[in-house]
């Protein structure tokens, strides 16, 4: 196997040569660059790639940091940054991280020992901990689906909004009982969409005058028996909701089958209002009422972000909320009482 060595004698230039030749660079005669690119030929010579990007120190790499592919909305986002990069000429490592923080990190460190040009990073949580190891590092970042109050570019929605929106819906309906499965929550409450749609639920049913049940209050973990449990704990004794608010659609399906599975009918007696709007909310029986967020724009917009700022171009708006809208279909009907 021809080495850059042989191409160098072959050609009668210096091994420096034939690496500023690869490496395109402005300071080689266009003689020289032709009697390299001859040699290689001869010899069958192909450059490095990694020895090129170490050189170049650009891999033309972007690494993905994602919670649970196996969701829907995850892999409507990753479209829409694969497009975008496949347009512009750029690779994807895509990292699944379980919804483990401690995976998170470790795909992190991962990314950048493997000399990624950049990350975008679309996990439930952007902590304090999180910014110092991007920044310590000097690592470009944009945030997807979610917003912080950090320094770090980012592209969401009004998660807040959104939720507030889907329950005055609810309520204009004529529903007083209404219930929400809402995300994980920990201590890094500021950062995670959950807790600002649990905050649109609760301050659209305080703006009309309702109240606010702790038993149509549960948590769940995204997934669709999570919807399913939480929607049968809420839906035990004598007063249950004639709404639930799921904050995903996958939730939202889990919360349908509970509401039949307890022997009730939806939405005759529970009406189900999810969230994300992916495809498979309109296979459902009934199909899924839903606020549905652009989700392959958030990711083709983040994916546009971030390889502007790789390539050293000025960014319009460091922070871009998107618009949600509300979808209608069969999950939601005025309440019978």
């Known amino acids: 196997m021809a080495t850059i060595d042989d191409v160098a004698k072959l050609a009668g230039v210096s091994i420096a040569t034939v690496s500023r030749v690869f490496n395109n660079s402005p300071l080689v005669s266009e003689k020289a660059r032709q009697k390299v690119l001859k040699a290689a030929e001869e ?3 192909k450059p490095s790639m990694p020895a090129r990007s170490l050189a170049m120190k650009k891999t033309n790499t972007i690494g ?3 919670p649970d592919i196996s969701n829907p909305y995850y892999a409507e986002v990753v479209r829409g940054i694969e497009d975008v990069c496949n347009i512009y000429k750029y690779n994807i490592t895509l990292c699944n991280a379980d919804n483990k923080r401690e995976k998170e990190f470790q795909y992190i460190e991962m990314l950048k020992n493997r000399w990624v040009d950049g990350i975008i990073f679309h996990c439930d949580y952007f902590s304090e901990e999180h910014y110092e190891v991007f ?3 000097n690592i470009k970042v944009v945030l997807a689906g979610r917003t912080t109050k950090f320094d770090v570019p980012y592209v969401g929605i009004d998660n807040f909004k959104a939720a507030y929106d889907a329950v005055n819906y609810l309520i204009s309906l004529g529903h007083k009982r209404i219930g929400i499965i809402h995300g994980p929550l920990d201590d890094m409450k500021e950062t995670i969409d959950s807790v600002d749609r649990l905050k649109g639920y609760k301050q659209a049913l305080i703006d009309n005058g309702l109240p606010i049940y702790d038993k149509f209050i549960k948590e769940a973990n ?7 449990n939480a929607a049968m704990e809420m839906l035990k004794g004598e007063m ?3 709404a639930i608010f799921a904050i995903s659609d996958i939730m939202a399906m889990g919360a349908i089958n509970a509401v039949f599975d307890s022997g009730l009918s939806c939405p005759e007696d529970v009406s189900v209002m999810g969230f994300d709007n992916i495809d498979l909310s309109e296979a459902t029986r009934p199909s899924l009422t839903t606020v549905s967020q652009p989700m392959y724009e958030i990711g083709a917009v983040a994916a546009r972000m971030l390889i502007k700022m790789l390539n050293g171009e000025e960014i319009d708006d460091y922070q871009i909320i998107l618009k949600h809208k509300i979808v209608l279909r069969n999950s939601c009907i005025s309440p019978k009482d």
């Open 240 to 242: 249950r909701p004639t």
């Open 64 to 66: 993905l940091i994602v």
């Open 222 to 228: 995204f997934k669709y028996k999570g919807g399913y």
């Open 43 to 45: 010899l069958g010579y």
């Open 135 to 137: 920044k310590n590092d």
